[in-house]
């Protein structure tokens, strides 16, 4: 069946959607699933950008073949090694005895790595603003080291200003029929799903995010082609200046997001108490997480998109309680910071919670205690009623500022 779609003169999307892994990376669940995308320049040399997972590999062979009608293939860029992309590298080297597989060294490295089989013989290396012409069009490189993965580049098509991406710019979520920005509703179906997949992804590396932007924004830029999620042909900007904020870990609204942790229920009643107070108060923008039961990738999405924190859990095991400490984990991880927070600890002997998570976030870069860790045993009891609105009053304050 042929699913390749012409995005641009000669070029062309097979993007293949996947709603049936679970999880990408088997760590982060994928409720609206994925697409891969694979891009292909018809000219009088043929260029493949990148291929695709190994899960939906016969549909992906079968249109590329179809779309090929006889043609051999001259060129593979490989813009990402990840196997989410590279599943029929070997294939393709098999079946096209004089293809060039374009990369870097660290592609190569890569490549020798996951595959059995020696393709050294297909290497071409490529080098930063290295041209290579396909006839009419012509492709640039530009390295992006650590924009997933080390060997990541940037492949710039300069006749027509389109920027194939690789993971950058990419989203989770397969296509329902439309795969241009302007053919979905980009904030209601891809938004959240966008800053997840940036936040957990690619979000430990916001210095690489902001140095390719740079490197690549000296071109005009009239396409943005990423391997996952829709293509963006107009309003570029927008996304752009979502990449800007996300990659410099500066938040997108105030907003209050409470994580909390609760073996029985007390700490959570504290959680929702504060909740009330806050919008009692005024906050709409609150943004409530049982860590025991909301994947951490999401609650990491919403800790970069707002500016306020509340993080509420017991002590467990003499520490902290786990789904708690994962969360913290993965925030220093991925370099979460420039946020105002507040704690909540929750400890009926040997407290421990408080001083574990105030020292987690004291490590983060520009993470800004508001009070001092808010300590119940076992339950909030009414003679704590005033320090509890103190605290509360406290956020309410910083989120007017
Ligand atoms: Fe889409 Fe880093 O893989």
């Known amino acids: 069946m042929r699913t390749a779609q012409e995005i641009s003169s000669n070029i062309f999307l097979i993007g293949e959607n996947d709603r049936r892994t679970e999880r990408f990376e088997n760590i982060f669940p994928m409720p609206n699933g994925i697409t891969y995308n694979s891009y292909i320049i018809m000219d009088e040399k043929i260029a493949l950008l990148d291929t695709v997972d190994r899960s939906v590999s016969f549909d992906f062979l ?27 590298i070997e294939y393709l080297c098999d079946k096209y005895s004089n293809l060039k597989v374009l990369g870097n060294a660290k592609t190569f490295q890569l490549i020798s790595q996951f595959f059995t089989k020696d393709l050294s013989a297909h290497f071409q290396e490529v080098k930063e603003l290295e041209e290579i012409s396909l006839g009419a069009h012509k492709l640039r490189f530009y390295m992006a080291p650590m924009v997933h993965w080390p060997e990541v580049m940037f492949t710039y098509e300069t006749t ?37 997949y940036y936040a957990n992804i690619v979000g430990k590396y916001g210095p690489q995010v902001q140095a390719i932007l740079k490197k690549v924004s000296k071109n005009e830029i009239k396409m943005i082609c990423p391997l996952h999620g829709p293509i963006w042909r107009t309003n570029l900007s ?13 938040y ?12 029985y229920g007390n700490t959570e009643r504290a959680a929702n108490k504060m909740a009330n107070q806050l919008a009692q108060a005024g906050v709409k923008n609150i943004h409530m997480y ?46 979460v910071q420039n946020k105002k927070a507040a704690i909540i600890a929750n400890g009926s002997w040997a407290p421990a919670a408080d001083k574990i998570m105030k020292q987690m976030l004291g ?28 605290l509360s009053n406290l956020i309410v304050s910083s989120i007017n500022e």
């Open 160 to 196: 027509q200003s389109i920027l194939f991406s690789a993971d950058a710019f990419g989203t989770f979520g397969a296509f329902s029929g439309g795969v241009f920005n302007d053919q979905v509703d980009f904030e209601r179906d891809y938004l959240q799903e966008a800053r997840r």
């Open 252 to 263: 997108e609204e105030k907003g209050v997001v409470i994580a909390y942790a609760s073996m």
């Open 238 to 250: 927008y996304f752009i200046e979502k990449y800007n904020l996300w990659s410099q870990y500066i």
């Open 290 to 335: 049982d860590v025991s039961k909301t994947h951490t990738s999401f609650i990491i999405s919403d800790i970069f998109r707002f500016s306020h924190l509340v993080l509420a859990a017991p002590t467990y095991n003499m520490g902290l309680y786990l789904p708690m400490h994962t969360l913290l984990h993965d925030m220093s991880v991925l370099n």
């Open 363 to 390: 490590e983060m870069k520009n993470v800004e205690l508001l009070a001092e860790p808010f300590v119940i045993k076992s339950t909030l009891k009414d003679e704590q009623e005033n320090d509890f609105n103190d």
């Open 62 to 88: 079968e249109s590329l073949e179809n779309l090929l009608n006889g043609r051999e293939i001259d060129y593979l860029v490989i813009n990402h090694m990840e196997p989410d992309h590279c599943a029929d």
